[in-house]
Nanobody, 118 residues
Framework: QVQLVESGGGLVQPGGSLRLSCAAS????????MSWYRQAPGKERELVAR????????TYTDSVKGRFTISRDNAKNTVDLQMNSLKPEDTAVYYC???????????WGQGTQVTVSS
């Protein structure tokens, strides 16, 4: 059964750091583009970071460039998001997504809450 399980969320002060992790199982992880999305209350879900394959250049939304880093380990079937210099506007539920676009196959994790507040 396909599973994407996020962990690492929590409460952090502005300027602090968190590392999110997504553990995947039940599908061919290396064949999927892996992304992190987030959704704040009252806002649409937005793409935060994406890494299409191992060794590929990651992409980021402008608001997190220089602060967030996505990484993936195909041997462990995990994708992480290192978040530094966190801001209150980063507060959201963060979701892990696996996507095989050509096959139109998508999987979503359950989400993990990140709250940035003093």
């Amino acid at each position: 059964q396909v599973q994407l399980v996020e962990s690492g969320g929590g409460l952090v002060q502005p300027g602090g750091s968190l590392r999110l992790s997504c553990a995947a199982s039940g599908f061919s992880f290396s064949s999927y583009a892996m992304s992190w999305y987030r959704q704040a209350p009252g806002k649409e879900r937005e793409l935060v970071a994406r890494m299409v394959s191992a060794g590929s250049s990651p992409t980021y939304t402008d608001s997190v460039k220089g602060r967030f880093t996505i990484s993936r380990d195909n041997a462990k079937n995990t994708v992480d998001l290192q978040m530094n210099s966190l801001k209150p506007e980063d507060t959201a539920v963060y979701y892990c997504r696996a996507a095989r676009l050509l096959s139109q196959r998508y999987y979503w994790g359950q989400g993990t809450q990140v709250t940035v507040s003093s």
